[in-house]
T-cell receptor, first 114, second 115 residues
Framework: DAGVIQSPRHEVTEMGQEVTLRCKPI?????LFWYRQTMMRGLELLIY????????DSGMPEDRFSAKMPNASFSTLKIQPSEPRDSAVYFC????????????FGPGTRLLVL | GENVEQHPSTLSVQEGDSAVIKCTYS??????FPWYKQELGKGPQLIID?????GEKKDQRIAVTLNKTAKHFSLHITETQPEDSAVYFC??????????????FGKGTSLLVTP
Protein backbone atom coordinates (compact mmCIF):
# COMPACT_ATOMS: atom_id res chain seq x y z
CA ASP A 1 0.00 0.00 0.00
CA ALA A 2 1.40 3.38 -1.03
CA GLY A 3 -0.21 5.24 1.84
CA VAL A 4 -1.71 8.69 1.54
CA ILE A 5 -0.01 10.67 -1.21
CA GLN A 6 0.26 14.46 -1.17
CA SER A 7 1.67 16.88 -3.70
CA PRO A 8 3.54 19.08 -3.88
CA ARG A 9 5.73 18.34 -0.86
CA HIS A 10 6.95 21.93 -0.74
CA GLU A 11 5.42 25.10 -2.14
CA VAL A 12 6.79 28.62 -2.05
CA THR A 13 4.57 31.32 -3.45
CA GLU A 14 3.99 35.04 -3.25
CA MET A 15 1.16 36.69 -1.41
CA GLY A 16 -1.95 36.92 -3.56
CA GLN A 17 -1.21 33.85 -5.66
CA GLU A 18 -3.49 30.83 -5.83
CA VAL A 19 -2.23 27.67 -4.19
CA THR A 20 -3.61 24.18 -4.85
CA LEU A 21 -2.68 21.23 -2.66
CA ARG A 22 -3.47 17.71 -3.75
CA CYS A 23 -4.19 14.46 -1.94
CA LYS A 24 -4.71 10.86 -2.95
CA PRO A 25 -6.15 8.80 -0.06
CA ILE A 26 -5.37 5.16 0.62
CA UNK A 27 -7.26 2.97 -1.83
CA UNK A 28 -10.56 1.83 -0.34
CA UNK A 29 -10.68 4.53 2.31
CA UNK A 30 -13.88 6.54 2.13
CA UNK A 31 -13.23 9.40 4.56
CA LEU A 32 -10.70 12.13 3.97
CA PHE A 33 -9.45 14.93 6.22
CA TRP A 34 -7.46 18.11 5.65
CA TYR A 35 -5.40 19.46 8.56
CA ARG A 36 -3.16 22.46 9.03
CA GLN A 37 -0.18 22.30 11.40
CA THR A 38 1.55 25.33 12.90
CA MET A 39 3.75 25.76 15.94
CA MET A 40 1.24 28.07 17.58
CA ARG A 41 -1.97 26.15 16.97
CA GLY A 42 -0.82 22.57 16.51
CA LEU A 43 -2.91 20.28 14.30
CA GLU A 44 -6.18 21.89 13.24
CA LEU A 45 -8.91 20.07 11.35
CA LEU A 46 -9.97 22.16 8.35
CA ILE A 47 -12.55 19.97 6.61
CA TYR A 48 -13.52 16.37 6.18
CA UNK A 49 -15.35 14.31 3.60
CA UNK A 50 -17.32 11.07 3.82
CA UNK A 51 -17.86 9.29 0.50
CA UNK A 52 -16.68 12.42 -1.35
CA UNK A 53 -19.25 14.65 0.39
CA UNK A 54 -18.03 17.48 2.64
CA UNK A 55 -19.35 16.76 6.14
CA UNK A 56 -17.81 19.43 8.34
CA ASP A 57 -15.94 22.51 7.13
CA SER A 58 -16.22 24.55 10.31
CA GLY A 59 -12.43 24.57 10.59
CA MET A 60 -11.88 26.28 7.26
CA PRO A 61 -10.40 29.63 8.29
CA GLU A 62 -12.20 31.83 5.78
CA ASP A 63 -13.62 32.04 2.30
CA ARG A 64 -10.18 32.10 0.78
CA PHE A 65 -9.99 28.37 1.52
CA SER A 66 -11.95 25.80 -0.44
CA ALA A 67 -11.76 22.02 -0.75
CA LYS A 68 -13.15 19.55 -3.24
CA MET A 69 -13.28 15.80 -3.59
CA PRO A 70 -14.46 15.01 -7.13
CA ASN A 71 -13.95 11.26 -6.69
CA ALA A 72 -12.88 8.70 -4.11
CA SER A 73 -9.21 8.89 -5.04
CA PHE A 74 -8.53 12.62 -5.22
CA SER A 75 -9.01 15.78 -3.21
CA THR A 76 -7.76 19.35 -3.47
CA LEU A 77 -7.38 22.18 -1.00
CA LYS A 78 -7.20 25.59 -2.63
CA ILE A 79 -6.18 28.91 -1.14
CA GLN A 80 -7.03 31.98 -3.21
CA PRO A 81 -5.60 34.52 -2.63
CA SER A 82 -2.85 33.24 -0.37
CA GLU A 83 -1.49 35.30 2.54
CA PRO A 84 1.71 34.99 4.62
CA ARG A 85 -0.30 33.77 7.62
CA ASP A 86 -1.34 30.73 5.58
CA SER A 87 2.25 29.45 5.82
CA ALA A 88 2.04 26.05 7.52
CA VAL A 89 2.27 22.34 6.86
CA TYR A 90 -0.95 20.95 5.40
CA PHE A 91 -1.75 17.29 5.97
CA CYS A 92 -4.27 15.02 4.36
CA UNK A 93 -5.48 11.92 6.21
CA UNK A 94 -7.84 9.11 5.27
CA UNK A 95 -9.69 6.24 6.94
CA UNK A 96 -12.39 3.63 6.47
CA UNK A 97 -15.82 4.86 7.57
CA UNK A 98 -16.38 1.43 9.11
CA UNK A 99 -13.38 1.99 11.39
CA UNK A 100 -14.44 5.48 12.27
CA UNK A 101 -11.59 6.74 14.32
CA UNK A 102 -8.29 5.50 12.93
CA UNK A 103 -6.77 8.00 10.53
CA UNK A 104 -3.65 7.62 8.39
CA PHE A 105 -1.71 10.73 7.47
CA GLY A 106 0.15 11.71 4.35
CA PRO A 107 3.63 13.27 4.41
CA GLY A 108 2.28 16.82 4.24
CA THR A 109 2.80 19.87 2.05
CA ARG A 110 5.01 22.59 3.50
CA LEU A 111 3.63 25.92 2.29
CA LEU A 112 5.50 29.20 2.52
CA VAL A 113 3.73 32.36 1.39
CA LEU A 114 6.08 35.32 1.01
CA GLY B 1 -14.66 23.01 21.00
CA GLU B 2 -13.56 20.22 23.28
CA ASN B 3 -9.88 20.32 24.21
CA VAL B 4 -7.09 17.83 24.65
CA GLU B 5 -4.30 18.99 26.92
CA GLN B 6 -0.90 17.36 26.60
CA HIS B 7 2.12 17.56 28.92
CA PRO B 8 5.00 18.06 28.89
CA SER B 9 5.64 20.04 25.72
CA THR B 10 9.28 18.94 25.73
CA LEU B 11 10.92 15.95 27.33
CA SER B 12 14.57 14.96 27.39
CA VAL B 13 15.66 11.54 28.66
CA GLN B 14 18.79 9.47 28.53
CA GLU B 15 18.89 6.37 26.41
CA GLY B 16 17.51 3.43 28.35
CA ASP B 17 15.33 5.52 30.63
CA SER B 18 11.54 5.62 30.47
CA ALA B 19 9.45 8.47 29.07
CA VAL B 20 5.88 9.30 30.06
CA ILE B 21 3.56 11.70 28.26
CA LYS B 22 0.19 12.60 29.72
CA CYS B 23 -3.02 13.89 28.19
CA THR B 24 -6.39 14.96 29.51
CA TYR B 25 -9.61 15.39 27.60
CA SER B 26 -12.90 17.06 28.33
CA UNK B 27 -15.51 15.35 26.12
CA UNK B 28 -17.06 12.52 28.12
CA UNK B 29 -18.28 10.98 24.84
CA UNK B 30 -14.71 10.37 23.64
CA UNK B 31 -14.11 6.62 23.37
CA UNK B 32 -11.01 6.25 21.22
CA PHE B 33 -7.52 7.54 22.06
CA PRO B 34 -4.71 7.16 19.53
CA TRP B 35 -1.10 8.23 19.82
CA TYR B 36 0.89 9.45 16.84
CA LYS B 37 4.63 9.84 16.33
CA GLN B 38 5.86 12.54 13.98
CA GLU B 39 9.43 12.52 12.77
CA LEU B 40 11.02 15.55 11.18
CA GLY B 41 9.62 16.25 7.73
CA LYS B 42 7.03 13.47 7.92
CA GLY B 43 3.37 13.11 8.68
CA PRO B 44 2.09 11.77 12.01
CA GLN B 45 2.18 7.97 12.17
CA LEU B 46 -0.15 5.96 14.39
CA ILE B 47 1.88 4.01 16.94
CA ILE B 48 -0.71 2.72 19.39
CA ASP B 49 -4.33 3.32 20.32
CA UNK B 50 -6.73 2.42 23.08
CA UNK B 51 -10.50 2.27 23.32
CA UNK B 52 -12.60 3.19 26.30
CA UNK B 53 -13.47 -0.37 27.25
CA UNK B 54 -9.79 -1.08 27.95
CA GLY B 55 -7.64 0.34 30.74
CA GLU B 56 -4.22 -0.54 29.40
CA LYS B 57 -2.60 -1.73 26.19
CA LYS B 58 0.98 -2.70 25.50
CA ASP B 59 3.01 -3.17 22.33
CA GLN B 60 6.64 -4.06 22.96
CA ARG B 61 8.28 -0.99 24.52
CA ILE B 62 5.25 1.25 24.37
CA ALA B 63 2.13 1.15 26.50
CA VAL B 64 -0.92 3.31 26.96
CA THR B 65 -3.14 3.65 30.01
CA LEU B 66 -6.59 5.16 30.20
CA ASN B 67 -8.54 6.44 33.18
CA LYS B 68 -12.01 7.30 31.88
CA THR B 69 -13.24 8.52 35.23
CA ALA B 70 -10.48 11.07 35.49
CA LYS B 71 -10.45 11.67 31.72
CA HIS B 72 -6.77 11.18 31.30
CA PHE B 73 -4.54 8.84 29.33
CA SER B 74 -0.81 8.35 29.12
CA LEU B 75 1.88 7.02 26.82
CA HIS B 76 4.76 5.11 28.37
CA ILE B 77 7.94 4.31 26.46
CA THR B 78 10.42 2.03 28.21
CA GLU B 79 14.08 1.44 27.38
CA THR B 80 14.13 4.52 25.18
CA GLN B 81 16.40 4.62 22.14
CA PRO B 82 17.67 7.60 20.11
CA GLU B 83 15.30 6.65 17.27
CA ASP B 84 12.38 7.30 19.64
CA SER B 85 13.24 11.01 19.37
CA ALA B 86 10.27 12.68 17.67
CA VAL B 87 7.13 14.69 18.40
CA TYR B 88 4.34 12.64 19.94
CA PHE B 89 0.67 13.61 19.72
CA CYS B 90 -2.24 12.29 21.69
CA UNK B 91 -5.79 12.55 20.39
CA UNK B 92 -9.32 11.87 21.54
CA UNK B 93 -12.28 11.01 19.35
CA UNK B 94 -15.15 13.44 19.02
CA UNK B 95 -18.50 13.22 17.30
CA UNK B 96 -19.30 16.00 14.86
CA UNK B 97 -23.06 16.50 15.02
CA UNK B 98 -24.77 13.54 13.37
CA UNK B 99 -22.15 13.28 10.74
CA UNK B 100 -19.34 11.19 12.04
CA UNK B 101 -16.14 11.00 13.97
CA UNK B 102 -13.07 13.17 14.07
CA UNK B 103 -10.05 13.52 16.34
CA UNK B 104 -9.03 16.35 18.65
CA PHE B 105 -5.23 16.48 18.96
CA GLY B 106 -2.99 17.61 21.78
CA LYS B 107 -0.30 20.19 21.01
CA GLY B 108 2.44 17.58 20.97
CA THR B 109 5.46 16.57 23.06
CA SER B 110 8.93 16.87 21.61
CA LEU B 111 10.89 13.90 22.97
CA LEU B 112 14.67 13.86 22.80
CA VAL B 113 16.54 10.71 23.73
CA THR B 114 20.24 11.37 24.27
CA PRO B 115 22.80 8.56 23.92
Amino acid sequence: DAGVIQSPRHEVTEMGQEVTLRCKPISGHNSLFWYRQTMMRGLELLIYFNNNVPIDDSGMPEDRFSAKMPNASFSTLKIQPSEPRDSAVYFCASRYISIPETQYFGPGTRLLVL
Amino acid sequence: GENVEQHPSTLSVQEGDSAVIKCTYSDSASNYFPWYKQELGKGPQLIIDIRSNVGEKKDQRIAVTLNKTAKHFSLHITETQPEDSAVYFCAASIVLGNSGYALNFGKGTSLLVTP
